[in-house]
């Protein structure tokens, strides 16, 4: 029912894994293939019985791992790591199938989880000796916070679980994965495998249903939550874990503007564009949402978009050729059909698309509308899904203006040839991660957060392992 030396025998049952054991519960429940409609093997869902159990295995295990020295919790991360990576292609596939984006993405999503965790847990946090005299030294340093919760979202389930347990285990704190009720099935693996490298009660993972996130965000044991996914959801969030002053990490929604100066090289800028706008099918919080090209080349540059759109292939991520696979659960396909419900109610103008495909699965045709308002629910709300706005700009300070109307504030960018002026506008742009001439390019050592109602503190690189540790400052006597 499990697995054998570093790779799996079986990939066909699935578990909850509380301090160091594989458990399954009375009642299940499946997912579903999201490109086919067809229902997957069974998984547990979880009780309050089971967030209980978890979280005292937890803080029994907290009490000897944050003792364990760093360099030793770097080698059973690592050698994780790379028992994950001989299951590599078997990850990949249960990813497509579960999640529905393509194969390709499927195996550069689990080769970017490698990546962060090894890069994650690389990074060893110094005290910090801040004043030295004669009489005293004071001393900064980073202790384990305690018991960790990470709450992954079904859009990136590999990669977004494995940034989450890297830094957690590697600050010297136990994590209990909780992944999205839509994907459950490779995270409950990652965790299976990790049994082998980690005490019990250090990584454990439990699958439930819509109850499970308020039981362990409001639960008295566990000491922060990392949680990505909606604003919506991160709101609540932070209220629950308000009541125990729980620590929080909340990476949430986005807006993100892409500003598009007349000087850019449009046949190459354009597919650019569109490609990361509607990479794994628009589901990504940092996907280029609002597109503003300069005025004086908007209709050939709109044209050239449409014409790259209307080569993007959808369809089973499992068949070659897809750039993109179905939206992944029915819930939010319905989300990103009343966008489309919109185009007729608002009397907008659709570039390209507009239409659902008539597939089995959940599959939606990219979709780009012509200059719709800026008070339009297109141009202000989040789709997370393939429709994007495309709109037209003659005055710099005035786009700057419009790109920063938005509650949100995770990413933006700025193309251009002349990369003066794009890094002089990007400096201007309020987004917790700003690019110039690309978009989407992350790296696990630099932090990742957002501004405004995208989120609360930030991950990865060394601030973001810092947030998994409280501060001691130390006024050492000398004499």
């Not at 569109?274 to 794994?280: D, E, I, Q």
């Not at 059909?337 to 659902?356: C, M, P, Q």
């Not at 003659?394 to 790109?403: H, L, Y």
Request: charge should be negative.
């Amino acid at each position: 029912m499990g697995s054998l030396g570093t790779t799996f025998t079986v990939w066909d049952g699935y578990y909850n894994v509380i301090n160091g054991e594989l458990k399954s519960t009375t009642q299940s429940r499946h997912g579903i293939n999201p490109a086919t409609k067809k229902s997957l093997p069974e998984v547990p869902v979880a009780t309050q019985g089971d967030v209980d159990e978890a979280v005292s295995a937890a803080k029994s295990a907290f009490n000897t791992w944050s003792q364990v020295p760093w360099n030793e919790r770097k080698k059973a991360i690592l050698a994780w790591a790379d028992a994950v990576e001989k299951n590599f292609d078997d990850f990949a596939r249960l990813l497509t199938t579960e999640q529905g984006k393509p194969l390709v993405f499927a195996k550069a999503e689990v080769e970017a989880g490698l990546h962060w965790t090894r890069t994650l847990a690389n990074i060893e946090i110094k005290e910090e000796v801040t004043k030295e005299d004669d009489e005293k030294q004071v001393v900064v340093r980073y202790t384990p916070l305690g018991v960790c919760v990470g709450i992954v979202p079904w859009n990136f389930p590999i990669l977004l679980a494995m940034a989450k347990i890297a830094p957690s285990l590697v600050t010297g704190n136990p994590i209990i994965i909780k992944p999205s009720p839509f994907t459950p099935y490779g995270d409950l693996k990652l965790v299976e495998l990790g049994q082998q490298f980690f005490p019990p009660g250090v990584l454990q993972v439990l699958s439930g249903d819509d109850n499970l996130g308020p039981w362990l965000t409001a639960h008295p044991g566990p000491d922060k939550i990392s949680f990505t996914g909606s604003s919506f959801t991160g709101k609540k969030v932070m209220e629950s874990a308000s009541k125990t002053l729980k620590r929080v990490t909340l990476e949430l929604g986005g807006k993100d503007p892409t500003i598009v100066c007349p000087d850019v090289d449009i046949a190459t800028v354009a597919p650019k564009i569109v490609s990361l706008a509607f990479l794994n099918s628009g589901q990504i919080c940092l996907a280029i949402k609002r597109i503003y090209i300069h005025e004086s080349i908007y209709d050939q540059f709109l044209a050239t978009m449409v014409e790259h759109t209307r080569t993007l292939k959808t369809g089973d991520g499992m068949e070659d050729g897809n750039y993109m696979g179905p939206i992944q659960n029915a819930m939010q396909y319905e989300k990103v059909k009343g966008f489309f419900a919109d185009i007729e109610k608002e009397n907008l103008k659709v570039a390209v698309g507009g239409v659902n495909e008539e597939k089995p699965g959940y599959f939606i045709t990219p979709t780009i509308l012509d200059r719709p308002a800026d008070t339009a629910r297109i141009t202000v709300d989040e789709p997370f899904g393939p429709i994007v706005p495309a709109m037209s700009w003659k005055d710099e300070g005035e786009v700057i203006e419009r790109a920063n109307n938005t509650k949100y504030g995770l990413g933006a960018s700025v193309w251009s040839s002349d990369v003066q002026t794009a890094n002089r506008i990007a400096r201007k742009l309020q987004a917790g991660t700003v690019w110039v001439n690309t978009h989407f390019e992350l790296d696990p050592s630099a932090p990742f957060g957002g501004h405004k109602e995208s989120g609360i503190g930030h991950e990865w690189g060394e601030g973001g392992l810092k947030s998994f540790c409280n501060v001691q400052t130390l006024f050492l006597k000398k004499v």
